[in-house]
């Protein structure tokens, strides 16, 4: 079967982007192809028909492919906690926490299972599409690789380098990457990508050919700046980065930028909504006053990110909000946080403890050592949705006695699902993803005296990845990338 790999000279230069442009670009041709991730380090997870979780770039790489998620997609995911620990998780399951000083240790009995996802995917497609992590100029870190490298020469699959042009020294990264690495290990790559190109690709013909020259390697494009790429899924390094959006008029919706933040993807809906700005408050920085909305987002260590909301006076800010009569949402870790207590009674999360939550609402969380890891279809705000619950803890209280949703189970129970306090204003829920569909947004933004553009987010995402398939098969030689992995015209 047919494989590439897309490696890149650092993180955050594009690497998820184009293998989802890849895979829509080889779907559009009628190829059945499928996205792999060996090893990813992401709080963005996504649920799998199967009750499974795995990086959310790769489900967006899947949603390109046209094929159904599923755990063999990104069998190693490193959820990070707090105190330098991460969660792992194998094959879409928790399989233990490892420390900062263990990661290497135990990665490398890992390979095998990587592998067997890899040949699992293999025997089910035309094409996969592998996608690296980091770089393999980290050669610190080469020793038990099983993320880019040491997958690669064990899978023997071919790997092309994506540079970043936008970030500057791109010539330097490119060649460098093949100065510090293993001459084996070089072997593997057959060439390099240029991608966030601004301007006139033709003003970068020298540049382009000094790597090839210098490197050996094949050039297979320049891919300009792809305005589509901002109407996909939000990545970890991206949204995180982007300045306080002045308000000009619009609805305020603000979201406090926690330490170990989880799937805050679910504010991408309201980007996009003209009448909304959508605000993520760094530390450092108060909550706005002029707030419309604030949301508490999914956190990967509650107790931690509390004691991190209140050393940095947020909650002096959200009560002040609340006062005010201001709406307040909290999703999964954020609706924990909104509670009178939460409890650790087993230190899933860290050592064994509790804390005070903020109030807002009248319910008690428990953690627990079992993770609801489902998708879910119900109502909420009298509109009908669609999402998944991803979570470690068990809510009780009276405020629950007015739900936040209702959700139909597989074998047509209803079963009831978050808070609203008597007040109206606050609320919880375990349901990520629920503000896709329109009319759960026209619901909650109805309450903040704004109007929806009425879109449906699932089908902007797809447009957007078609669009970025046609950037890349106008401006990349995507016959030569296929030829390389061994897919013959």
């Not at 707090?82 to 399989?95: E, F, K, P, S, Y």
């Not at 042009?165 to 010539?171: E, F, K, L």
Request: proline content about 6%; some cysteine; hydrophobic content about 45%.
């Amino acid at each position: 079967m047919a494989g590439l790999m897309l490696q890149g000279t650092g993180s955050d230069v594009g690497k998820s982007v184009l293998v989802a442009g890849l895979c829509r670009a080889a779907a559009n041709r009628g190829l059945r192809v499928l996205p792999f991730k060996p090893q990813n380090m992401s709080n963005n997870a996504a649920v799998t028909p199967e009750g499974g979780e795995i990086g959310r770039a790769q489900a967006l790489q899947a949603l390109a492919a046209r094929a159904p998620l599923h755990v063999d997609m990104n069998p190693v995911l490193l959820k990070p906690q707090a105190d330098r620990t991460a969660q792992l998780i194998v094959h879409g399951q928790v399989r233990g926490t490892l420390g900062a000083a263990n990661f290497r240790e135990a990665r490398r009995p890992l390979l095998p299972e990587v592998l067997a996802s890899y040949r699992r995917l293999e025997a089910r497609c035309d094409l996969v599409i592998v996608e690296g992590a980091g770089s393999p100029a980290e050669i610190n870190l080469r020793s038990g690789d099983i993320a880019n490298m040491g997958f690669a020469r064990a899978a023997d699959v071919p790997v092309v380098l994506v540079g970043d042009i936008d970030r500057g020294g791109v010539i330097a990264a490119i060649v460098g990457t093949r100065a510090v690495i293993d001459p084996a290990d070089a072997q593997m790559i057959r060439g390099f990508v240029i991608n966030k190109f601004r301007g006139d690709p033709a003003l970068f013909t020298d540049g382009y050919d000094a790597i090839a020259r210098l490197s050996g390697w094949r050039g297979f494009g320049v891919l300009p700046w792809v305005s589509a790429v901002s109407r996909l899924p939000s990545e970890d390094a991206v949204v995180l980065e982007r300045p306080l959006q002045a308000r000009s008029g619009k609805v305020l919706v603000v979201c406090p930028i926690l330490p170990r933040i989880a799937n805050f993807d679910d504010l991408d809906p309201l980007r996009h909504e003209p009448g909304i700005a959508v605000a993520m408050v760094p530390p450092g920085q108060p909550i706005p006053a002029d707030a419309d909305l604030i949301v508490l987002p999914g956190s990967k260590a509650t107790l931690a990110d509390l004691a991190f909301l209140r050393a940095q006076g947020w909650d002096i800010d959200v009560l002040a909000h609340h006062r005010r009569g201001g709406v307040v949402l909290g999703i999964c870790g954020g609706y924990q946080m909104l509670g009178r207590a939460i409890a650790d009674p087993d230190g899933v999360e860290g050592p064994p403890g509790s804390a005070p939550g903020l109030g807002l609402l009248d319910v008690h969380t428990t953690l627990g050592t079992r993770k609801t890891l489902t998708h879910v279809a119900g109502r909420a705000l009298g509109q009908a949705f669609t999402g998944y619950e991803m979570h470690m803890g068990v809510t009780h209280g009276p405020d629950t006695a007015r739900p936040f949703a209702t959700l139909e189970d597989r074998d047509g129970s209803w079963r009831t699902d978050g808070a609203i306090a008597a007040t109206g204003n606050v609320m919880g829920t375990y349901c990520h993803g629920l503000l896709a569909k329109p009319g759960m947004r026209r619901a909650l933004l109805t309450r903040l005296g704004a109007r929806s553009n009425g879109a449906d987010h699932d089908t902007r995402v797809d447009a957007a990845l078609d669009d970025l398939a046609a950037a890349m098969e106008a401006a990349l030689d995507i016959d030569g990338l296929l030829a390389l992995a061994g897919i013959k015209s």
